[in-house]
């Protein structure tokens, strides 16, 4: 091959190659052009490279710089053409952003707000001395009725106020049956656990689902969870669980929270109350609370005779509501984003 003829080839090129990256509309095409020019392995640029061994030796001196030269322009025109098409491959105007608005914010995940309770209430109750344990959601009928002194003819037994579930593919018809199960309705099941296994002194709190068949409303959700404490020792007295209580609550509603206490009955606590607390002009019950039935520490095998206790048993989102100012227990529970970010 001689001078002229290369020279005239790397003429070509140039021209070709700019008429290309000029013509592309958008990114895809820019690319098809730039690969077929400049590509590294077949590119045309490549071939004419390689013809330049061809040239008689004293031309391979001005053929190579040419070469250069031709190179240049070809990089210079694809450089000029990737500036037009913008670096998001599509010009400015054909975009459907707005470069010039100022960024959104990054949405990024957080705990819900019924967690975030659950870690504030083990904050405080750690504080006040008390440990957290757990238990199971599924529970059988001694550890959540007849430990707890509940009777078999009682009304919290009722297979419509609870959900029992089928063993071994059969549905429990005799909900007094020991092999019944069920999806606990109260976490006062953990006090029996707990002192099953542990012997006096003990302090703590476990904080869980519990299920009830009712149907949802704005204060009623068939899950919900509740904060179980449990006190036992050979002094503890009534007293102590006001104070408990009240510390408890004002620590977390605030100090200005106005508390009270309903003699109440519960079969697992003698004497027993129900504690409210006063919201939005009228009196919320946060829960139910008493002194340990001396027949539930007999039932987990300690001596009436050696040790009392408290227990109580608070739901969680009632306390949560009150402090966040929520109005219907279902907002909890929908998954809308535009509530749970309020969090
Ligand atoms: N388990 C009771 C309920 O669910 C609350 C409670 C717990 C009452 C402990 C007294 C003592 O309503």
């Known amino acids: 091959m001689d001078l002229q003829a290369f020279l005239t080839a790397l003429d070509e090129l140039t ?12 990114s895809e095409a820019l690319e098809a052009a730039r690969v077929q020019y400049l590509g590294a392995r077949s590119g045309r640029l490549k071939d004419v490279q390689k013809q330049m061994g061809a040239l008689p030796k004293e031309a391979k001196r001005e053929g190579g710089m040419s070469f250069n030269a031709c190179k240049t322009k070809v990089q210079a025109a694809l450089e000029e053409a990737t500036e037009r098409l913008g670096s998001g491959g599509a010009t400015v ?8 608005l100022p960024g959104t914010k990054l949405h990024i995940g957080r705990t819900h707000p019924i967690t975030q ?5 083990k904050d405080i109750m750690g504080r006040l001395g008390f440990s957290v344990v757990e238990g199971p959601e599924v529970e059988d009928t001694w550890h959540n009725f007849i430990a707890l002194n509940i009777p078999e003819d009682h009304p919290a037994r009722d ?3 609870n959900f029992y579930l089928t063993v071994a593919g059969k549905a429990v018809v005799d909900a ?11 976490t006062s099941t953990v006090q029996i656990r707990v002192m099953e296994n542990t012997p006096p002194p003990v302090r703590i709190i476990s904080l869980g689902r519990v ?3 009712d149907p949802p409303d704005a204060t009623h959700f068939p899950m919900f969870h509740q904060m179980e404490g449990l006190w036992i020792d050979t002094s503890v007295n009534m007293a102590q669980l006001k104070s408990v209580l009240r510390l408890f609550a004002t620590s977390y509603l605030g100090s200005d929270v106005s508390i009270r206490f309903r003699p109440s009955f519960f079969p697992f606590t003698e004497p027993s109350v129900e504690a409210d607390f006063y919201w939005n002009g009228s009196w919320v019950e ?9 027949n539930v520490l007999k039932a987990v095998g300690y001596d009436p005779e050696e040790v009392t206790g408290f227990a109580f048993g608070l739901g969680v989102e009632r306390l949560c509501m009150g402090r966040h100012n929520v109005t219907d227990i279902r907002d909890l529970y929908r998954n809308d984003l535009r509530f749970l970010h309020q969090f």
């Open 117 to 121: 309770t659950i870690e504030h209430l």
């Open 93 to 100: 105007s054909d975009s459907a952003i707005d470069p010039t």
């Open 159 to 161: 297979p419509l106020d």
């Open 286 to 294: 946060f829960g139910g609370a008493g002194m340990v039935d001396p």
């Open 211 to 213: 299920y009830r068949p």
């Open 176 to 186: 007094s049956a020991s092999e019944a199960r069920l999806l606990r309705s109260q």
């Open 15 to 26: 021209k070709q190659a700019s008429g290309d990256f000029a013509a592309a509309g958008d």
